[in-house]
């Protein structure tokens, strides 16, 4: 069995400072990790992910995350936080040899001005 | 790169009712998701299509439930006999490859009266 958990349910931070969203996993075996964002009655949107390799991966928007196997954690993180940042993130873990995602419960981001 | 369409975006319709929502992939992509969302939850695989061969059916599928791609193209998604617990966003994704991210289109949210 595969799952994702994101301990917070809300992150607000102010514009310019940094955003951590964070997401612990559990899979048995290699897993492949995903982060998503979704704006108000919209789908989702591919932000990046983690197959195999460096354990920081850059993605879209400005933002990265960080593989760590020994905490089995891929946290999302974004050094400077913009207004438009504000959204609802997912992260999304699947074995290598499957193809369905698992999502977490997601984490709302605010950000003020 | 058109993105991926879902149709309708909204359906309402009384309960008992038959339902279909259509999603339209990625061009060249080979693989079909479907996805259910329920308010303040991260999306639940439903099934997968690999071309037009149906290869996977989550436990959530009940029998009233039936999806098909029959050309390999774009995908239905048939529920009968609506009850009140299937109001939802249905969200359709497709990807290139195995190793390649899910595109997610809008959603078709369906609510029961």
């Known amino acids: 069995a595969q799952s994702v958990a994101q301990p917070e349910d809300q992150v607000n931070v102010a514009e310019g400072n940094p955003l951590t969203v964070k997401c612990t996993y559990s899979?048995?075996?290699?897993?492949?990790l995903f982060w998503y964002v979704q704006y108000p009655n919209r789908g989702l949107q591919f932000l990046l992910k983690y197959i195999t390799g460096d354990n920081l991966v850059k993605g879209s928007y400005g933002f990265e995350a960080e593989f760590n196997k020994s905490q089995t954690s891929f946290h999302l993180k974004k050094p400077s936080a913009l207004v438009s940042d504000s959204a609802l993130y997912f992260c999304?873990?699947?074995?290598?040899?499957?193809?369905?995602?698992?999502f977490g419960a997601g984490t709302t981001v605010t950000v003020r001005a | 790169d058109t993105g991926v369409s879902q149709d309708p975006r909204h359906k309402i319709t009384k309960r008992g009712q038959n339902v279909t929502f259509r999603c339209d992939p990625i061009s060249e992509h080979n693989r079909l998701y479907w996805y259910r969302q329920t308010l303040g939850q991260g999306p639940e695989f439903l099934t997968y299509?690999?071309?037009?061969?149906?290869?996977?059916k989550s436990r959530l599928l009940s029998d009233r439930f039936s999806a098909e791609r029959p050309k390999g193209s774009f995908s239905t998604l048939e529920i009968q006999r609506t009850e009140q617990g299937d109001s939802a966003m249905y969200l359709c994704a497709s990807s290139l490859g195995v190793n390649q991210p899910q595109h997610f289109g809008d959603g078709t949210r369906l609510s029961i009266l």
């Open positions: 999304a873990v699947r074995l290598g040899n499957d193809y369905k995602l698992s």
């Open positions: 299509f690999q071309n037009e061969a149906q290869l996977e």
């Open positions: 899979v048995s075996g290699n897993p492949y």
